[in-house]
Each structure stands twice: as C-alpha cells, then as structure tokens.
C-alpha cells in the first residue's frame, strides 16, 4: 500500500510513513523535535498534538488518561499512541516542541510623544455607613465629581469586590467618558500591542505611562493547521460549519497564551492591561473580529470594514481587564491591512518628502510607495514559498533549517542554531537559487542545465542535493527540484512585478529612489545580493536598503501610547491610493518578464 503522508504545522514539515507507524515515529523522521520524556510510553503526555484533519487510530488508554474529556473532544491526541489512517495535517503546539521556532519579534521604532487614551486617577472615597446609603458607582462617580462617567456593566460586576478588598482607595483607568478599570492604588496602566500575522503573532506588553516596554514573545499562528495562506483560511471559514468562530477562536486562545507569557514575565496581573491594540492583514484583522470573509475570497475582494473599530475586549474574550477596549486601525483594502498601516507609520512613511518604497514580505506581500506628495500601495499573492510551503524539502525558520548557501569548490550551508539539517526556509532558498544562477547550474527560466556538475538525475528528476543523506538525521537527501524553482520564480515574480508597477504609475524609474525599506520575518532574515540576484528587488546600492524587523510590532506599539499617531495611521490609509495589479495593464507583461531568473 502507499505510504502515508503527514504535514506538521506549525513547522511547515511534511513526512511520508509506512502504515502501521506513530506520529511521533512521523515526527522523528521528519525532524520536528517533539518531547517524548517517556520514550513513547503514553506514560509522560508532553508529546500532545492536534489533529487538523485525517483519519487515525482511536484513543487508547492511556490517552485516555492523559488527556482531558475536552481534550479528547477537540481532537487531542498523543503522537506515541496516535496511528494516522490517512494523510494527516496535525498542529504542535509550543509546549510539545522541544525547541522553539524562530519568531520576528524585533522592530525598529522612533520615540513618541506619549499620548495615551487612557489616563490614571488615584481616588479615596469615604466608605459607606448606615447614615451614608449611596450605591457604590454612586459614591465613586461623585468622589470624582464626574457624574457622567460610564460605567461599563463588566466593570460593574467586580466594582463592589475591588472597592472594599483596597480599602475604598483605588487607581482609576479612565477613557474618554468612561472608567476602565478600578485597581489597586499605585498600579501602573499597562497596554498589550500584538500583530497577527498569516504565520506568526507576536505580542507586547508596554506601560502606557512611561511608553517602556515591559515584555514582548511570540508563537506560531494556530490558525496554520487550516490553511497555509488566507485563501485556504477564507476557504475553511466558508465552507466549515463554524469555519469562522473556530478560527476566531484558535487566535484568541494563542493570544491570551501569549497574555500569560508576558503577565508572568512582568510579574503583574492582566487586569492591569487596560488597552489593546490589534493589527494584521485584513484577513487576519476580520476573522479576529469575528467579521465576514466571504467577500474577501471573491471579486472585487472587499474587506467588510475599513475604518477603525473599537470594542470591549470581553465581547471575544481577550484576557485583559474585562472593561478595556481592542483598537483595531484601519484597513486599506481587501490585501492590504492594518499591519500595513502600522508598519508605514513605525517606518515613517506616512510623512515623508523623500521617494521611499516599503516592501513587507509574507504569505501576502504588501508594498507602499511615497513619492512627489502621494502615497501608492498594492498587495502581491506572493505565496507561502518563502515559509517553506510547496517546497520539496522546505520548513520554517526552526532550528536545523538551512538558511544561508555559498557555493565555491563545493556547496556551503548553515543552518539555524547550527543543528543538523533537516530542511531549507526561505532565507536559504533564496540564498540556493542566487547561488545556482551565479555558477551556472540554474538557466533564466529557471531549469537546471544538465552539463553542470552539482546537477543530479535521481529516480528520472534533474535536481541539486544542498545535503546528502549522510549529513542529515533523517537520511534523506535535502535537494532542490524543479518544482521548487519554479514555486521561488512564481513568489519573486510577483513581488517585483508589484514593485514595478508602484514605480511605474509614480513616473518613476528604481534608482529615483532615496530609500527601499524592508519588514517583516523575511525582509529581516534575507540575504539583499541574493534578492537582487535573482531579479527580486532592483540593483540598488546596498546603502539605499533598510532592513527594519517586525515594523508592524513597532506601529502598534505607537498607536498604543499616542492619540497623535492613530489620526497619522487613519490619515496614511485614506490617503493612500491602492492599486489593484490583477487588473493592470502591464500586469501580465511585467510578471512574465519577472519570472526569469537574474
């Protein structure tokens, strides 16, 4: 019978089994390093994963002992016990992996002038007795001599408890027309940052009377296991009963996991946390929201809301304190989202007099020109090729990942923490591809020449071995195929075909430019002479590139601390002129052009 194929997310590994094997035997093979304590006795629990879809074996007993009821339910399984029957999708959760993913935490960011929504008021009020019979908000609202202010009914449910418990003294968060929180006297007014990107979310924890960061982690986006990129998301949300409310709901758990993580960090409560804000694509951005993503998926593929919104976190869940609200910032279009308006604005963009491109590369890549007074932006379906996706031995950035390749005498790897090989990322990828157009064996169109010596036919397939089997740990070698180029040309075929237009409809040749900067995870990690090389980005002097980490990060931070900078963000996205490239003239003239390698 066929062999079996597994695909483990968040790693973006896949594995093919014999029947009869266990997950964890898949994961061993596949180099994803789950903890097994007790050997794949069932005894330990740590090797807990998720099935995403598949059919396998029933629980055995001890899963059934490790595992609780809901667990079981929600299709946790042990991968020692766990026998898949067909090709599986499964999800590892942080806790079953012995070793960390790499996560774009980082990002540069300018000071700001603090400006916060919410400020701080120590009160104390005069305790009741039985000549003084007023309500509590009664006595709170006239102690501060602000009759009109709103309490909300989720703070009305522990007032009472948190007046007396601190002795009728109290720090009070208040915004706008409304109190936020009433806690101890002395605390400090903490707000959470977090950007969810397609792949990846990462999270800050900031004290918004200082602008300090306290904390920042991040974590694999669970959302994963149901699609690599946001059409196969949309996909599910649409065609699964509840698609939609189990997305919503695998983020906000990440999300409040994260919220544990930084709390525990900075040793204070979440009820300290009394303001949020949110950004991520727009996809990201509608299923956190809980909005429809129908007519995301669909022609002219229109985002259900553009401008900002504002809402209690306890409407979804957010474990921060119950009253606080979630900023979400405005969208541009139905591809290019919030987190693009944040990374603008960490990049100072939004205000620029130079000619400024500003690449963020993902799953979806966004670009925004600022040039001669006005502001261009599109999005490019640049794919999940760079996360590894479709890639025959491609990962993510995970320890063992090959992510930087020479080429001399013969062919030089490093790989993430210096581990042994057990895939390629995208940094590596791009970095294969450059190096195999520089010596020859990789032609324009991107097929191999059959006269260079690092080619190899193996079992009918022209490919390159980056690795041979011996190097590895899972015996196999890690090699280059054809259909690996070509998912390299489609993803850097659209990247540049989106940069070109930009420059196009501005008047505006590459070397106009006084600046092209580039965010996120990949921009961060990716060798500039490798990207030019192969036609991804325009020769530009290395000088004229800013490599700016997790930008997005930085921008929700700011709009976090100042009122000032959500007006700028909502002024760069209604100013902002976005391009549908679909639909462009050259469009299908310049990508073609751009899939040549070079």
């Known amino acids: 019978m066929p062999p079996l194929t597994v695909d483990f997310q968040p790693l973006g590994r896949r594995t093919q089994i014999e029947r009869g094997a266990t997950l ?25 994963i998720r099935i995403a879809y598949g059919t396998v074996s029933p629980l055995t007993p001890e899963e059934q002992t490790a595992l609780t009821p809901t ?28 070793t960390p993913q790499r996560l774009s935490i980082e990002g540069q960011a300018e000071e700001i002038q603090l400006d916060p929504p919410i400020t701080a008021t120590e009160i104390n009020i005069t305790p009741p007795c039985l000549t003084d019979l007023r309500a509590d908000s009664t006595r709170l609202l006239e102690t501060l001599q602000r009759p009109n202010l709103h309490l909300s009914r989720h703070l009305l449910t522990h007032l009472s408890e948190h007046l007396r418990r601190q002795h009728w003294q109290a720090c009070l968060a208040l915004r706008k027309d409304q109190i936020i929180a009433v806690l101890p006297p002395g605390s400090p007014l903490l707000g959470l940052a977090v950007d969810i990107g397609t792949t990846k979310v990462a999270a800050y924890l900031v004290n918004l009377q200082t602008g300090h960061t306290l904390a920042k982690t991040g974590a694999m986006n669970p959302q994963i296991a149901y699609g690599e990129d946001v059409i196969s998301r949309i996909h599910y949300a649409n065609t699964h009963p509840n698609g939609r409310h189990i997305l919503q709901h695998r983020i906000i758990e990440s999300i409040n996991q994260l919220i544990q993580e930084l709390t525990a960090h900075a040793q204070i409560r979440a009820e300290t946390i009394v303001e949020a804000v949110i950004v991520g694509n727009t996809v990201m951005h509608h299923l956190f929201a809980g909005l429809p993503v129908e007519q995301l998926g669909t022609s002219p593929y229109l985002p259900a809301v553009a401008e900002p919104l504002e809402f209690p976190a306890a409407e979804i869940g957010l474990a921060i304190a119950p009253a606080a609200y979630i900023y979400l910032p405005p969208n541009i279009a139905g591809y290019v989202g919030a987190d693009h308006v944040a990374m603008a604005l960490a990049a100072e963009i939004h205000h620029t007099t ?17 040039a001669n007074g006005r502001l261009r932006c599109c999005s490019c379906a640049s794919g999940p090729a760079f996360e590894g996706a479709h890639i025959t031995f491609g990962m993510r950035a995970a320890p063992g990942a090959i992510e930087k390749v020479r080429i001399g005498e013969t062919i030089q790897i490093a790989t ?42 193996r079992q009918g397939k022209r490919q390159i071995i980056l690795s041979p089997a011996e190097a590895n740990p899972h015996k196999q070698d890690i090699s280059l195929l054809r259909t690996d180029i070509n998912q390299i040309q489609l993803a ?15 008047g505006l040749h590459p070397t106009d430019l006084d600046e092209f900067i580039l965010a996120g995870a990949f921009g ?69 052009q751009n899939l040549l390698l070079g």
Not at 25 to 36: I, S
Not at 356 to 364: C, E, M, R, S
């Open 24 to 48: 964890l035997q898949a994961a061993q093979d596949a180099g994803a390093e789950l903890l097994a304590t007790c050997g794949g006795q069932g005894t330990c629990g740590d090797c807990r």
């Open 71 to 98: 667990e079981q339910a929600t299709g946790w399984r042990l991968a020692c016990q766990c026998v898949p029957l067909s090709d599986v999708k499964i999800e590892i959760p942080p806790t079953s992996l012995s």
């Open 354 to 370: 130079r000619r400024v491109l500003a690449v963020d590369i993902g799953t979806n890549t966004e670009i925004s020109l600022a």
């Open 416 to 457: 993430i923490e210096h581990r042994p090989p057990v895939g390629i990322c995208g940094s590596g990828l791009l970095d294969a591809v450059a190096e195999l157009t520089r010596v020859g064996a990789l032609e324009k169109r991107g097929n191999f020449n059959p006269q260079h010596p690092l080619v190899q036919t």
């Open 492 to 506: 850097k075929a659209a990247i540049r075909t989106g940069i070109d237009i930009l420059l196009t409809e501005a």
């Open 524 to 592: 961060t990690y990716l060798d500039i002479a490798s990207a030019i090389r192969i036609g991804m980005f325009p020769p530009l002097p290395r000088e004229k590139f800013r490599q700016i980490g997790n930008a997005a990060g930085a921008g929700a931070r700011q709009m976090l601390l100042s009122h000032n900078r959500r007006r700028q963000a909502l002024d760069f996205a209604r100013h902002s002129e976005y391009i549908e490239l679909s639909t462009h003239q050259d469009f299908q003239t310049k990508f073609t």
